[in-house]
């Protein structure tokens, strides 16, 4: 039987090959723009703190935060554990110099510790299937006194709940299509995001 996380791992490589458009991602003009502003409130750093800071971004997906990171200056290692996430990084990161993209588990990081200023580790720990061995090896990579930021689901709202009551009366195709046609609506309009 296949484990949660080699399951996990699946659904995100094929996530970031099949749908890397959407609302707050690459794709969509609006979140590339301000990608870098975005950074600054949530981390709550300066832009001259940021700049030229060594930063991992750990399970970086298709990279959308390693671009806003680089847009700031920053020096960056980024790693995900599926191909498709660090082709997609890669892709998406092409025109900055100062940045190193692997191919890693958080479980077995390949990197020497106390390396960096700041530890990205952004919708992440949830899905490692070992939250206090994920967070002890992210730690132990950071500097002593390095930032290490997290994100993490809070529990679903209701909007949240209608929504995936709707989608599950679709097929999984379907499901594909109608995110696909959202997202360009979105893209376009973006006051619809609020829905
Ligand atoms: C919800 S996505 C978030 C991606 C990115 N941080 C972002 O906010 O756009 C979660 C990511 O964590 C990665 N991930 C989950 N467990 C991992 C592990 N053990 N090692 C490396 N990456 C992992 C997944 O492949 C996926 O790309």
């Known amino acids: ?17 099949n749908i890397p458009e959407g609302a707050y991602f690459l794709s969509d003009p609006v979140f590339r ?14 832009k001259d703190f940021l700049k030229d800071l060594f930063v991992v971004d750990a399970g970086c997906g298709n990279g959308r935060w390693t671009y806003g990171l680089l847009k700031l200056g920053c020096k960056v290692v980024a790693f995900d554990f599926t191909i498709s996430g660090f082709k997609e990084t890669k892709k998406n990161t092409k025109q900055f110099n100062n940045v190193d993209i692997i191919l890693a588990d958080i479980l077995h990081i390949p990197l020497k510790k106390n390396l960096f200023n700041l530890a990205f580790f952004g919708d ?7 939250i206090r061995l994920a967070f ?21 709202g209701k909007r949240d709940r209608i929504w ?3 989608l599950s009366l679709l097929s999984y195709n379907n499901k594909l299509i109608l995110k696909k046609k959202l997202t360009r609506l979105t893209n376009k309009f973006p006051l619809l995001r609020t829905l």
């Open 33 to 46: 723009k301000n990608v870098d502003g975005i950074l600054i409130d949530e981390l709550n750093l300066s």
């Open 1 to 17: 039987m296949k484990s949660k996380v080699s399951d996990t791992r699946e659904s995100f490589d094929f996530q970031w090959k």
């Open 164 to 166: 995936r009551k709707i």
């Open 136 to 156: 002890q090896n992210v730690a132990s990579i950071l500097r002593h006194g390095g930032l290490l930021h997290i994100y993490v689901y809070g529990p679903k």
């Open 124 to 130: 992440v720990l949830h899905y490692t299937g070992n």
